[in-house]
């Protein structure tokens, strides 16, 4: 795995431990935007693996869907959660207050988990992540 790919991924752990965090303490439109950026950087560590980056965000979801998930390199179900993931993102952080509901939130979440471990399942695993440091009491 290249250090570009290892830290996209790290940055999708990051992400997802983020939205897990943001969705337990009643933060679900957050919840959804961090669990949306978990699965971009999964899109985009993927798109580096062929050596493609993009600066917006809706060209890496159309390559990512072009080249991985209509190809059969990853199900095709992961385009549609990047996708939807996207929408829900746009919702949690520009739409007025509760545009995301908890459930909404946690299915976002969910799918940004699998994301993670069909990266981690083509592109090799990482080591266990660091826990974070803890503040002083």
Known sequence: MSPDVRDLIEEARDSLAAARTLL????????????????????QAFLETAEMAFSKHTAVIGAFGREFAHTGKVPAEFHRFLLDAFDARLKGDYGPRGSISPG??????????R???????????????EAPPQPEA
């Open 24 to 43: 337990m303490t009643g933060y679900p439109g957050y919840a959804a935007s961090r669990a949306y950026y978990a699965m971009f950087y999964v899109a």
């Open 104 to 113: 909404e939130a946690e299915v976002q979440v969910a799918r940004a988990q």
């Open 115 to 129: 994301f993670l471990e069909v990266a981690e399942g083509a592109l090799g695993r990482l080591s266990p992540p």
